[in-house]
Protein backbone atom coordinates (compact mmCIF):
# COMPACT_ATOMS: atom_id res chain seq x y z
CA UNK A 1 0.00 0.00 0.00
CA UNK A 2 1.09 3.45 -0.67
CA UNK A 3 0.08 7.00 -1.91
CA UNK A 4 1.38 9.98 -3.92
CA UNK A 5 0.20 13.28 -3.96
CA UNK A 6 -0.89 13.68 -7.53
CA UNK A 7 -2.07 17.40 -7.83
CA UNK A 8 -3.07 20.11 -5.33
CA UNK A 9 -5.24 18.51 -2.75
CA UNK A 10 -5.94 14.92 -4.31
CA UNK A 11 -3.83 11.78 -2.95
CA UNK A 12 -4.04 8.93 -5.02
CA UNK A 13 -3.84 5.65 -3.14
CA UNK A 14 -3.87 1.77 -3.65
CA UNK A 15 -5.61 -0.43 -1.18
CA UNK A 16 -5.59 -3.94 -0.84
CA UNK A 17 -9.27 -5.48 -2.34
CA UNK A 18 -11.94 -4.90 0.03
CA UNK A 19 -10.91 -2.06 1.65
CA UNK A 20 -13.31 0.47 3.43
CA UNK A 21 -13.27 4.07 3.83
CA UNK A 22 -11.92 3.56 7.45
CA UNK A 23 -9.17 1.53 5.75
CA UNK A 24 -8.52 4.40 3.24
CA UNK A 25 -8.78 6.93 6.64
CA UNK A 26 -6.23 4.72 8.34
CA UNK A 27 -3.78 4.55 5.10
CA UNK A 28 -3.65 7.99 4.80
CA UNK A 29 -2.78 8.34 8.48
CA UNK A 30 -6.02 10.87 9.17
CA UNK A 31 -7.25 10.31 12.61
CA UNK A 32 -10.91 8.68 12.10
CA UNK A 33 -12.18 11.68 14.86
CA UNK A 34 -11.49 14.07 12.51
CA UNK A 35 -12.90 13.32 9.47
CA UNK A 36 -17.13 14.85 10.00
CA UNK A 37 -18.14 14.06 6.52
CA UNK A 38 -17.54 10.99 4.29
CA UNK A 39 -18.10 10.82 0.21
CA UNK A 40 -17.48 8.31 -2.33
CA UNK A 41 -18.20 9.48 -5.64
CA UNK A 42 -19.76 12.48 -4.47
CA UNK A 43 -22.54 10.98 -2.35
CA UNK A 44 -22.47 10.47 1.67
CA UNK A 45 -21.15 7.51 2.95
CA UNK A 46 -19.69 5.61 6.01
CA UNK A 47 -17.18 4.34 7.02
CA UNK A 48 -17.14 0.86 6.72
CA UNK A 49 -18.48 1.58 3.02
CA UNK A 50 -16.45 -0.65 0.66
CA UNK A 51 -14.37 0.91 -1.88
CA UNK A 52 -13.36 -0.27 -5.14
CA UNK A 53 -10.83 0.82 -7.92
CA UNK A 54 -11.68 3.86 -9.32
CA UNK A 55 -13.81 5.55 -6.52
CA UNK A 56 -13.15 9.19 -5.30
CA UNK A 57 -13.31 9.38 -1.48
CA UNK A 58 -13.49 12.88 -0.48
CA UNK A 59 -13.12 13.51 3.75
CA UNK A 60 -14.21 16.99 5.54
CA UNK A 61 -12.74 17.48 8.89
CA UNK A 62 -15.49 19.19 11.16
CA UNK A 63 -14.06 22.70 11.11
CA UNK A 64 -14.60 22.73 7.55
CA UNK A 65 -16.69 25.42 6.61
CA UNK A 66 -19.52 23.31 5.20
CA UNK A 67 -20.37 23.01 8.74
CA UNK A 68 -20.94 26.46 10.00
CA UNK A 69 -23.59 28.36 11.47
CA UNK A 70 -26.41 28.14 8.76
CA UNK A 71 -28.60 31.45 10.34
CA UNK A 72 -29.01 34.31 7.60
CA UNK A 73 -28.49 31.48 5.12
CA UNK A 74 -31.12 30.22 2.25
CA UNK A 75 -30.60 27.20 4.17
CA UNK A 76 -31.91 28.90 7.57
CA UNK A 77 -34.81 30.50 6.27
CA UNK A 78 -38.17 29.49 5.20
CA UNK A 79 -39.44 28.11 2.21
CA UNK A 80 -39.74 31.55 1.06
CA UNK A 81 -36.03 32.44 1.50
CA UNK A 82 -37.37 35.31 3.74
CA UNK A 83 -36.03 35.22 7.24
CA UNK A 84 -39.32 36.28 8.87
CA UNK A 85 -41.04 32.57 7.76
Known amino acids: MGYRQ ?3 GVTQIS ?3 DSTVRDAIEELKIPADRVK ?3 VNHAGAELNQPLKEGDRLSLFPS ?3 VFADWKGSILGRGHGGR ?3
Request: net charge negative; charged share 40%.
Open 63 to 65: EYP
Open 15 to 17: LKD
Open 83 to 85: EDE
Open 6 to 8: SQA
Open 37 to 39: LVL
